[in-house]
C-alpha cells in the first residue's frame, strides 16, 4: 500500500514510458502520466506541469501530496501519493524532477466510469449533477469533495476528475476516493515573489461539474456541514503536512500554501 511520504533519496525511473495528457485548465504544456506494474502491483506515476522547452516547470505533484496528508488529517477517502525524487527520460532527454506515484484504487471486479458519462446515460430529464448524486446515494462523498475543493481552491474538478466505480457481479457502486488535486493551492506561482502576492482567499474561477464557477458559493449545496469531515484541523497540524517538504519548496510557498488551507478552514468552520 501506498504510504503517504516523501522519498528523497535519487530514484532511476528512466524505463518509464511517458504519454502526453494536455492540461484541461488552459496551461501552456503538457501532464504527463505513466504506468508500471511490478510484483503485480499497478503503480501510476504522473509529472508536473511539463514544457518541452523549459522541460517540468510545475509544482503539481507536490500539490499532491500536501492535499493527501490535510485528507488524513480530516479523515477524508483519498488516494493516498508518493512523492518521489527521481531521474526521468522524455524523448531522449533526461530530467531530475519530483513526480507522484499512487496504486490502482479499483477493488477486484471493480470497472471505472467517468461521473459526466455516467450521469449522460442514467439521469432523469432535468435532474441537476447534485441532485443526481443524491439520487444515487453519493450525498456525503459529494459534500466532503465541495467542502475539500474550497479549501484547497481545487481548479480542475471536471466530470472525469470524479469517478463511479462498480462491480457487475456483486451489484455494488460507490464513488471512487478523491484524487487529482494537482490544480490546486497556488499552482499558478512560479516565484516566491508570486507567491508572496497571492491572495489565498480569492475565489477564483474554477472548473467544477458539480456546482457552478466559484468553489466558495458551491458550499451552499451542503447539507449539513459539520457531518463532512471526520476530523478537525489546527495549527499543530502544519507540520505534519509539510513534513521533509522544506527540501522541495521554498518556505515562503509552505508558508503561503498553510496560510490558504487555514483561513479556507476557519471560514467553513464558521458557515
Given at each position: 500500500m501506498i504510504e503517504t511520504k516523501v522519498i528523497l533519496e535519487k530514484q532511476d525511473l528512466t524505463y518509464l514510458k511517458w504519454s502526453h495528457i494536455r492540461s484541461s485548465s488552459g496551461n501552456a504544456g503538457s501532464f504527463l502520466k505513466s504506468d508500471s506494474t511490478l510484483g503485480g502491483v499497478k503503480r501510476y506515476y504522473k509529472l508536473s506541469n511539463f514544457d518541452p522547452v523549459n522541460g517540468i516547470v510545475g509544482h503539481e505533484c507536490i500539490n499532491e501530496i500536501i492535499v493527501d496528508r490535510l485528507l488524513n488529517i480530516l479523515g477524508v477517502d483519498h488516494i493516498h501519493y508518493e512523492l518521489i525524487?527521481?531521474?526521468i527520460e522524455i524523448e531522449g532527454r533526461q530530467y531530475d524532477t519530483f513526480l507522484c506515484c499512487s496504486e490502482d484504487f479499483k477493488k477486484q471486479g471493480e470497472s471505472k466510469a467517468a461521473l459526466d458519462n455516467f450521469y449522460t446515460a442514467n439521469s432523469l430529464k432535468g435532474e441537476s449533477h447534485y441532485d443526481f448524486c443524491m439520487r444515487m446515494g453519493w450525498q456525503r462523498?459529494?459534500?466532503?469533495?465541495?467542502?475539500?475543493?474550497?479549501?484547497?481552491?481545487?481548479?480542475?474538478?471536471?466530470?472525469?476528475?470524479?469517478?463511479v466505480l462498480r462491480n457487475a457481479r456483486a451489484k455494488t457502486m460507490r464513488i471512487a476516493p478523491l484524487f487529482d488535486h494537482g490544480?490546486?493551492?497556488?499552482?499558478?506561482?512560479?516565484?516566491?515573489?508570486?507567491?508572496?502576492k497571492y491572495d489565498v482567499l480569492?475565489?477564483?474561477?474554477?472548473?467544477?461539474?458539480i456546482g457552478g464557477y466559484s468553489c466558495y458559493e458551491n458550499l451552499s449545496l451542503i447539507k449539513n456541514k459539520k457531518d463532512v469531515f471526520l476530523n478537525g484541523l489546527s495549527s499543530k497540524d502544519k507540520k505534519a503536512i509539510f513534513d521533509d517538504l522544506n527540501n522541495v519548496i521554498s518556505e515562503v510557498f509552505i508558508d503561503k500554501i498553510w496560510e490558504m488551507i487555514y483561513e479556507r478552514y476557519k471560514i467553513y468552520e464558521e458557515l
Open positions: 525524487n527521481a531521474v462523498d459529494i459534500d466532503t469533495m465541495l467542502a475539500v475543493d474550497y479549501l484547497v481552491l481545487n481548479r480542475d474538478r471536471h466530470g472525469a476528475n470524479i469517478e490544480l490546486s493551492l497556488i499552482y499558478s506561482c512560479m516565484s516566491d515573489k508570486e507567491a508572496k480569492e475565489d477564483k474561477k474554477c472548473q467544477n461539474f
